[in-house]
C-alpha cells in the first residue's frame, strides 16, 4: 500500500487536538514569535480554496519559528457579529446567534482538516459576552478621556474637569469642536446637562449629529466601504445621506500620529500609501468670508492661500448649515430639490463623480475679505458636510474642478496667474508668478503664500491651518448583532455603567427589524432599562424618571471587536482585564500579520488607533500593533461557460459557437472536466436545462469556453478546499496553494497542477519505502552527493522562508527529491533533515515519516531546525574545459586544491590532449584555477 493520506491525516489532526501540541504558554527564557491572520467572519458559505491562503502561510511560517526554537503564539478567533447574520434573522426570525454557531462549527471543521497548528484554547469571538464585555470597557476608557496636544497624547477627562474648574476653556490645547469659551467660574454655573455637553464635545468618544450612510431597506448605517457603486453591499439597497445623532470616535486626533507611525512598521509602500492618503494631511489657512447680508461667515480651507484673488465663486455642501438661512425666496424650491437628489446619493459617489457636474445657486452672496468684491454662493453634492468645514473657495485658474463647475454654469473666471491661458484646464500643477493680486502680484509661489497667510492672521480673518481629510469614525449601528453600549441615559446624559456589571449582554427581541416609528432594533426589546439603585437591567415600565432609566438603542459597528483582538489573544480567559500586564510586555505587538489589502484604511486604521490610545493610558507598552504585514494576493476562480442558442434551449460547444448567436452562461465547474462538459450532469443540475438539447464537436464532446475571474458562488467557479482534501490531502492543499505563486499576488486557480503536487508527496514517501511500502532507512555516513543536495535545500527552504517566498520553497523540495530518488538516497541523516525542512508545509506526512525514522514518540513540530553547513556545497574537484587555440575540445576533471602548475601538468599528460598536440611542444599554456585551460600550440 502506497502514501495513504487520509488515514494518516486523520491520525495526526487527532494526535494534535488530544495532546494540545500547539498549546502556548508564556516563557520567558525563549523568545517570542506572534503570528496572526487577520480575524474572518464566517459566513454560511463556508471556506472556498481562496480564504486558507494567507492562513496557509502564516501556519508555515510560525511552524518554522517553532523549529527555529520560538514560543510560537498563532491564535485564531472569529469576527462573529455582523450584518449577513442579522439579515437572515429577518427573513427567518431564527436568532443570529444560531446562524453564527452554525457558521463557526462549519469553519471550525473546515481550518482543522487543512492541519493548522492554531493554539485553540485561545479562541476568540466577538460575539461572546466574555469578550465584548472589554469591548465596552474600552469604549468607557475612550468616553472618560480627551486628547490633549500639549501632552500629544489621550489623557483622563478627569484631568481637562480639574483645568475647566480653575481656568475654564481658554488656555486648553485639545481636539474638540467646543464652540463657546468660558471661564473657571463659569464652568461651575453651568448646570449638569450643560457641562455634561461641553464635555461631549472633547470625549475621545463623543454623541453628535452627524451625516451618515442611510440604507433604509437594511434600516441601519453603513460605512463607505460596505457601499459599492452607490448601493449596499449586501443586497444591493439604495444609500442615502442622513443626520443622525451618532456616537462617533474622535480618530482625527491621532491623524498625525497614524502619519508618522507608518514609518516604523515593515508594510508595503501600496498599503502605507493608501494610509497616507486616507489620512491626507495639508497644509494651508483657514479662511472667513463675510456673508453679504450679515448672516455670519462662511468659514473656508485652503491649501492655496497665495490664490485668494482668483476666487471667482464659493460652494457649500448641500447639506451645510448655513444653506437654508442664506438661500432667497427666489432659489428656494431648486435649492430644496437638488438637496434631496443629493441626500440621494453616498459620500463615495459624491467623491467619484468627476464628470457629472452638478450644483445650484442659492442666490447669496459672500464678501471677499481683501478686494471687498461680491461673490456668488452656489451648493454642489462634490462638497461633502463631513469633510473641513464643508465649504470651498472656488478658484477656476487653480482647480480642475472648480474650473468644470464655472464653465458648466457659465461662471466668470478670474484669473491670477501670469501668462496662463484659463482656455485651458490644468492648473493644479502651476506655480508661476501671481498676478492680479494686489499685494501678492509678482510673488512666486512661495512667497506669496507666506505673505497671504500673514495678511488673513493680521486682518482677523483666519490663521494657518493643518488639515486632515482623515474624519472622525461614525461608531453606532441602527443593528441587532452588535456589541451593546454599556450606556443609559438620565435626564438626557449619557452615563456609563460600571466596570463590575459589565457585560451588558443583548436582551431578547421579538423582530430583528427597526421599530414602527424608526428607532433600532433594540427598541423592540422589553427589558432594556438600567435601574440604578439595583444595578440590573428592568422592563422598560418601570422607567421611572427617578432611578430607572433607557438603554442605548444603538449597538457598535463591526470593527470594535476587530480593532483590539490580537490583544485578547494573549489572555483569553481573564475575567478581571482585557489582557493582563505580564501577558502583554511578554508578547508584544503582533510579529506577522497576514490578510488582505481590502482593510487597508478601515481596519487597519482603527485597530492602530486603539492601540496608540491604550499605549497612552499606560495598558500596553507598544504604539504599533502589527509590524510586519503581508497581504495576501487574491485566488482567481477558473470559470467555465456554456453557450446557449438565442431564444432555444440548445447549447452550442465552444468551437462551433460563432456559427450561431449565443449567450454566454456560466455553468458549475463541478461538471466540468479538462472544459469538457459532463452533459448529463448539466440537465440534472437545473430544472430548466432538463431538456436541452447540445451540438456537440465533431468527437462528440462539449467543450465549455473558460475565463479567469474573482471566485463567487454567483460565477459557480468557487472550489470547495474539503473536496479537495478529500481527493488529495491536506498536505497537497497546502503546498499546491503556496506553488501556485508569490503570496502578495493575485493568481488563478487551476486543479489541473495540483496531481504535480500530490505525485511529489508520494515520490517523497517512496524514499522512505520499498516496493512493498517496508520501512528501509540505512545508517552510517552520508554520500556526499546526498549531502550536497541536503544543504542546498536547507539554505534555500530557510533564505525562502526569511523572504516569505514560499512557492519557491516548494519547487527546491521537488528538486531535493528528484536528485535523492536519483541518487536512491535512504540515508536517516538526510531524510531526518529533510522531514524537518518539510513538516512546516506539508505537517502529516512529514510527522508519520518522523515516526518512520524512529521517533515513536512526540512530535516533529517542536524538532530543531536544521543547520546548514557550507563545506557541503564547496566542490573537492572541478571539470576544466580544455581549450587547444581557443576552442573547447574536452573536459578534464582534477581536484580543486591542486595548482595551477600541477593542473598543466596533468591536463598534458592525458591521452586526449596528446592527440591535439600531435607531437608538438605547447607555445602557451593558460590555466585559471578553476575556471579554464587554454593550451596555445
Not at 468670508?289 to 482668483?310: H, K, M, Q, S, W
Request: proline share 4%; hydrophobic share 35%; charged share 25%.
Amino acid at each position: 500500500m502506497e502514501y495513504n493520506f487520509q488515514e494518516i491525516e486523520q491520525k495526526w489532526r487527532k494526535f494534535w487536538a488530544e495532546n494540545k501540541t500547539f498549546k502556548t504558554e508564556e516563557n520567558k527564557d525563549k523568545k517570542k514569535f506572534y503570528g496572526l491572520d487577520m480575524f474572518p467572519y464566517p459566513s454560511g458559505a463556508g471556506l472556498h480554496v481562496g480564504h486558507p491562503l494567507g492562513y496557509i502561510a502564516s501556519d508555515i511560517f510560525s511552524r518554522y519559528k517553532r523549529l527555529q526554537g520560538y514560543n510560537v503564539l498563532h491564535p485564531m478567533g472569529y469576527d462573529s457579529f455582523g450584518l449577513p447574520a442579522e439579515q437572515y434573522a429577518i427573513q427567518t426570525g431564527q436568532h443570529p446567534a444560531i446562524t453564527t454557531e452554525a457558521n463557526l462549527k462549519r469553519y471550525r471543521e473546515q481550518l482543522d482538516k487543512i492541519g493548522f497548528s492554531f493554539d485553540w484554547d485561545r479562541e476568540v469571538r466577538t460575539s461572546d459576552p466574555s469578550y465584548y464585555k472589554w469591548t465596552q470597557w474600552i469604549f468607557k476608557q475612550l468616553f472618560n478621556a480627551y486628547y490633549d496636544y500639549d501632552a500629544n497624547k489621550a489623557v483622563v477627562i478627569d484631568e481637562l474637569i480639574a483645568k475647566f474648574e480653575t481656568e475654564g476653556n481658554t488656555s486648553v490645547n485639545a481636539e474638540h469642536n467646543c464652540e463657546i469659551e468660558f471661564t473657571a467660574e463659569e464652568w461651575k454655573a453651568f448646570d449638569a446637562k450643560k457641562q455634561s455637553d461641553i464635555l461631549m464635545d472633547y470625549r475621545l468618544t463623543y454623541l453628535a449629529d452627524s451625516w451618515v450612510n442611510w440604507c433604509p431597506a437594511l434600516g441601519t448605517v453603513l460605512a463607505n466601504d460596505e457601499i459599492v457603486n452607490g448601493v449596499s453591499e449586501r443586497g444591493g439597497h439604495p444609500v442615502e445621506q442622513k443626520l443622525m445623532r451618532q456616537w462617533s470616535m474622535r480618530i482625527k486626533a491621532y491623524a498625525e500620529r497614524l502619519l508618522t507611525g507608518l514609518e516604523k512598521v515593515d508594510w508595503t509602500d501600496s498599503i502605507k500609501d493608501i494610509q497616507r492618503n486616507w489620512i491626507g494631511k495639508s497644509t494651508g489657512a483657514s479662511v472667513r468670508f463675510a456673508l453679504e447680508n450679515g448672516a455670519g461667515n462662511i468659514e473656508v480651507f485652503t491649501t492655496r492661500p497665495d490664490t485668494i484673488y482668483g476666487v471667482s465663486f464659493m460652494v457649500l455642501a448641500p447639506e451645510h448649515e448655513l444653506v437654508a438661512q442664506i438661500t432667497t425666496e427666489e432659489y428656494k424650491e431648486q435649492v430644496e430639490a437638488y438637496q434631496k437628489a443629493a441626500g440621494l446619493k453616498s459620500e463615495r459617489d459624491r467623491m467619484s463623480e468627476t464628470k457629472n457636474i452638478s450644483g445650484q445657486f442659492t442666490g447669496a452672496y459672500a464678501i471677499h475679505p481683501f478686494s471687498g468684491e461680491k461673490i456668488p454662493v452656489w451648493i454642489g453634492d462634490y462638497v461633502l458636510a463631513s469633510y473641513g468645514t464643508g465649504a470651498v473657495m472656488a478658484v477656476p485658474c487653480g482647480d480642475q474642478r472648480d474650473y468644470d463647475f464655472a464653465k458648466h454654469f457659465d461662471i466668470a473666471i478670474k484669473n491670477i496667474f501670469e501668462d496662463v491661458d484659463i482656455s485651458e484646464a490644468a492648473y493644479a500643477e502651476k506655480s508661476g508668478t501671481i498676478a492680479n493680486s494686489d499685494f501678492l502680484s509678482g510673488l512666486e509661489v512661495k512667497e506669496a503664500m507666506a505673505k497671504a497667510i500673514a495678511a488673513i492672521e493680521e486682518k482677523g480673518l483666519g490663521k494657518a491651518k493643518v488639515n486632515y481629510r482623515l474624519r472622525d469614525a461614525v461608531f453606532s449601528r441602527q443593528r441587532y448583532w452588535g456589541e451593546p453600549f454599556p450606556v443609559y441615559y438620565e435626564n438626557g446624559i449619557p452615563k456609563m455603567i460600571e466596570d463590575e456589571f459589565l457585560p451588558i449582554t443583548l436582551p431578547e427581541v421579538d423582530k430583528y427589524l427597526p421599530t414602527e416609528d424608526g428607532e433600532p432594533p433594540l427598541g423592540n426589546a422589553k427589558t432594556w432599562s438600567w435601574c440604578i439603585n439595583k444595578k440590573i437591567l428592568k422592563d422598560n415600565e418601570k422607567q421611572n424618571g427617578t432611578c430607572t432609566w433607557p438603554m442605548e438603542l444603538n449597538t457598535m459597528p463591526g470593527w470594535a471587536g476587530s480593532s483590539w483582538y490580537f490583544l485578547r489573544y494573549m489572555d483569553p480567559s481573564n475575567e478581571n482585564e482585557f489582557v493582563a500586564k505580564d501577558k502583554v510586555d511578554y508578547w508584544q505587538n503582533v510579529d506577522l500579520y497576514i490578510g488582505g489589502a481590502e482593510h487597508a484604511t478601515g481596519h487597519l486604521l482603527y485597530a492602530r488607533f486603539w492601540c496608540k490610545f491604550l499605549y497612552d493610558l499606560g495598558f500596553v507598552p507598544f504604539d504599533e500593533p502589527f509590524k510586519k504585514m503581508i497581504n495576501q494576493g487574491m485566488i482567481l476562480g477558473r470559470s467555465s461557460f456554456v453557450y446557449r442558442v438565442k431564444d432555444t434551449n440548445t447549447f452550442v460547444s465552444f468551437g462551433k459557437r460563432k456559427d450561431y448567436q449565443t449567450t454566454r452562461i456560466h455553468v458549475d465547474i463541478n461538471i466540468v472536466d479538462n472544459d469538457k462538459l459532463d452533459v448529463e450532469a448539466f440537465k440534472n443540475w437545473r430544472p430548466e436545462f432538463a431538456n436541452a438539447e447540445f451540438i456537440l464537436e465533431d468527437d462528440g464532446t462539449y467543450v465549455c469556453g473558460h475565463e479567469v475571474e474573482k471566485m463567487s458562488k454567483s460565477k459557480f467557479n468557487v472550489q470547495n478546499p474539503d473536496d479537495l482534501v478529500e481527493k488529495y490531502g491536506a498536505d497537497t492543499l497546502r503546498m499546491y496553494e503556496m506553488f501556485l505563486g508569490p503570496i502578495d499576488q493575485a493568481k488563478p486557480w487551476d486543479t489541473k497542477g495540483i496531481n504535480g503536487v500530490h505525485n511529489f508527496l508520494r515520490k517523497l514517501w517512496r524514499l522512505f519505502h520499498d516496493a512493498e511500502n517496508n520501512v528501509v532507512i540505512s545508517e552510517g555516513e552520508a554520500d556526499k552527493k546526498a549531502l550536497k543536495t541536503l544543504h542546498k535545500t536547507i539554505k534555500k527552504i530557510h533564505e525562502d522562508l526569511e523572504r516569505f517566498s514560499f512557492n519557491t520553497g516548494v519547487s527546491a523540495f521537488m528538486i531535493a527529491v528528484n536528485e535523492l530518488t536519483e541518487l536512491k538516497c535512504n540515508n536517516k541523516e538526510i531524510l531526518e533533515s529533510l522531514t524537518i525542512l518539510l513538516s512546516p508545509y506539508a505537517p502529516h506526512i512529514a510527522e508519520e515519516l518522523w515516526t518512520k525514522l524512529g521517533h515513536e514518540a512526540g512530535t516533529i513540530s517542536y524538532a530543531t531546525f536544521p543547520e546548514f553547513k557550507e563545506e557541503y556545497l564547496v566542490e573537492d574537484a572541478f571539470a576544466y574545459p580544455v581549450s587547444f587555440n581557443g576552442k573547447m575540445r574536452f573536459k578534464a576533471e582534477l581536484p580543486t586544491s591542486m595548482s595551477k602548475e600541477d593542473v598543466e601538468k596533468e591536463v598534458l599528460a592525458m591521452e586526449q590532449s596528446q592527440k591535439y598536440l600531435e607531437g608538438k611542444a605547447p607555445k602557451k599554456v593558460i590555466v585559471v584555477p578553476g575556471r579554464i585551460v587554454n593550451i596555445v600550440v
